[in-house]
């Protein structure tokens, strides 16, 4: 395959999911965003020192983080007229991240449901070697939804 058709298949992606894939594989970005999400609203200081990380480091992603659309930053002026920038989870990065892990069954990874999921053990099955089928997941989980028992294997 050609540089150009490589690229053009590439650019298939819409440029919001290219960007925040792009971000989240950047060296941090996933570290910081899981830190977002478990922990709340964090201030550049507060992430450095959660993260053990340098100023550049942390700057680096969540430059590529906020130009995705994944994390904002939010400023507020106090009664001393400082002003106070806190980083957070934006909406689309909330839908995104929640949308990749409930793909894989594993939603309650950030966040506490008391739903059963469906566990992803692999990508493919090993006595068929068939690709497990979105749909079916999805299938399942609206049965247990129904008040059914998701098969045992």
Same mark, same amino acid.
């Given at each position: 395959? &050609? ?36 922990? $709340? ?51 689309? $990065? ?10 894989? $069954?594993?939603?309650? &990874? ?18 068929? $070697? ?24």
């Amino acid at each position: 395959m &050609s540089n150009n058709l490589a690229k053009e298949r590439a650019e298939l992606f819409p440029l919001e999911i290219r960007q925040a894939i792009e971000a989240l594989d950047k060296k941090h970005g996933k570290a910081i965003v899981a830190t977002l999400l478990e922990e $709340g609203p964090q201030s550049f200081t507060e992430l450095k020192e959660d993260l053990g990380l340098s100023s550049s480091q942390i700057t680096n992603a969540l430059d590529a983080l906020t130009i995705a659309g994944l994390v904002r930053k939010r400023t507020t002026i106090d009664d001393e007229s400082s002003y106070n920038g806190r980083y957070e989870i934006s909406e689309f $990065g909330s839908r995104f991240v929640y949308q990749m892990l409930e793909s894989l $069954g594993s939603v309650d &990874s950030f966040e506490s449901h008391d739903e059963p999921y469906e566990p992803v053990t692999n990508y493919q099955n090993k006595e068929t $070697g068939n690709e497990p089928v979105v749909e079916s997941y999805h299938r399942q989980k609206r049965s247990l939804d129904a008040g059914s028992e998701l098969p045992v294997q």
